[in-house]
């Protein structure tokens, strides 16, 4: 069983260490503010404890509803494509447990990220799990998505972390003009899909290959 001792602590921190490693060695990641942010946050922490022995593989676990923590590498090649500056403010959609959330807080700050889960009951155990790291000043609702969150608007950024067919009209109207957009498109077969707004408010559209995530729900 999993316990929280410090020498576990230990190993979690070694493992992490190596599965970076490995992504950058992979070529999955390069930008060294990402890198960074992924050697900080604590995987193992969002993941529950019938997997935690598995943090630290690159690959999706089961966090219960149906649902599945991101891959690290794919929590890696979004915050790259969106292209994060310290300060802005990004909207994410698929809070699950939070983990990705809590790997842009460390690009841009706690404080403007605003994520949505539709689950009450992974939306109540991110904030647990945030708050307990130190990254309470996320802001975490529980609602559908699709609607974006109109209240904190405008973002320099937005992610979706489940496949949807096609964008939802609030996400792209809350991104500041130059602001980028990151999502699954798709249902069986997705793509991952890199937007950004034009002055005009139209969007141009960049495809990053096929992908895997759960479906967005509602
Ligand atoms: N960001 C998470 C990934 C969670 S999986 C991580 O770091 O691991 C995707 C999440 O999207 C699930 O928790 C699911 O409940 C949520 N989701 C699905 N449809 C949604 C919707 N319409 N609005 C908000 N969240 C949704």
């Not at 689950?119 to 000043?137: K, M, N, P, V, W």
């Not at 609702?141 to 609607?147: F, K, L, Q």
Request: overall charge negative.
């Amino acid at each position: 069983m999993p316990t929280d001792r410090p020498s576990d602590h230990t190993e979690f921190d070694t493992a992490r260490e190596q599965l970076v490693d490995d992504l950058v060695a992979r070529d999955r990641i390069s930008d060294p503010a990402v890198i960074d942010a992924l050697r900080a946050v604590p995987r193992h922490a969002f993941v529950p404890p019938a997997h935690r022995s598995a943090a630290y593989t690159d690959r999706p676990l089961p966090i219960g509803d149906e649902q599945t923590i991101s891959a690290p590498h794919m929590v890696g090649i979004i915050a790259e494509l969106l292209d994060l500056s310290a300060g802005d403010t990004v909207l994410e959609i698929g809070t699950g447990r939070g983990y990705h959330a809590a790997v842009t807080a460390e690009l841009v700050g706690p404080a403007n990220v605003y994520t949505i889960e539709y689950s009450e009951q992974l939306a109540t155990t991110a904030r647990e799990i945030l708050e307990s790291l130190g990254y309470g000043a996320i802001s975490v609702a529980v609602g559908d998505g699709r609607n974006g969150w109109p209240e904190h608007a405008p973002y320099q950024a937005a992610y979706l972390t489940c496949a949807t067919p096609h964008l939802p009209e609030p996400i792209v109207s809350q991104v500041t003009v130059g602001g980028t957009i990151v999502a699954p498109i798709g249902t069986h077969r997705q793509t991952l899909t890199h937007y950004q707004k034009r002055e005009d408010g139209s969007l141009s559209q960049e495809t990053y290959g096929p992908v895997r995530f759960v479906r967005l729900r509602g």
